[in-house]
C-alpha cells in the first residue's frame, strides 16, 4: 500500500463544480475504507466524504450533503469527488485518505474518515480548491 495521488483541484466560482481524482493503491484487501478530507489554513482537518467497499454505501459531512458525490472505479482503483454548488467556504486543500484494512461496517468507515478522531493510514499530498464568491 502506498500514498494516494490526488488531482483535479482548481479555481471555481461560486455555484460552479470541481472534480477530483485520487489513485489509490490498495490490493489483496477486501471491505476497506476510502474518502476525502479537507483543511483550509489555520482550520482544523475536516472528513468530508467516505465509502465502504464492503457495501458501497457513502457518507458525508453535514456541510456537504447534497453538494458533494464520492465514487470509485473499482478496475482503476480510483476515487473521486465530484464537488457542485461550490461555496466559498469551501475552499481549501482537499486530500485522498485510505484505510487499507478489512473492516466491519460503514459505521466504522465513517468514524475513521469522518468522525471526531479521524484515523486513516495513508493520505496524499493533496490538491488545492479555491472557490471566488
Known amino acids: 500500500q502506498v500514498q494516494p495521488v490526488e488531482s483535479g483541484g482548481g479555481s471555481a466560482q461560486a455555484g460552479g463544480s470541481l472534480r477530483l481524482t485520487c489513485v489509490y493503491s490498495?490490493?489483496?484487501?477486501?471491505?476497506?475504507?476510502i474518502g476525502w478530507f479537507r483543511q483550509a489554513p489555520g482550520k482544523e482537518r475536516e472528513g468530508v466524504a467516505a465509502l465502504y467497499t464492503g457495501s458501497g454505501n457513502t457518507y458525508y459531512a453535514d456541510s456537504v450533503k447534497g453538494r458533494f458525490t464520492v465514487s470509485r472505479d473499482n478496475a482503476e482503483n480510483t476515487l473521486f469527488l465530484q464537488m457542485n454548488s461550490l461555496k466559498p467556504e469551501d475552499t481549501a486543500r482537499y486530500y485522498c485518505a485510505t484505510v487499507p484494512e478489512t473492516i466491519g461496517s460503514g459505521a466504522y468507515c465513517y468514524g475513521r474518515i469522518l468522525g471526531a478522531k479521524p484515523d486513516f493510514n495513508y493520505y496524499g499530498q493533496g490538491t488545492q480548491v479555491t472557490v471566488s464568491s
Open positions: 490498495i490490493y489483496d484487501v477486501m471491505n476497506y475504507c
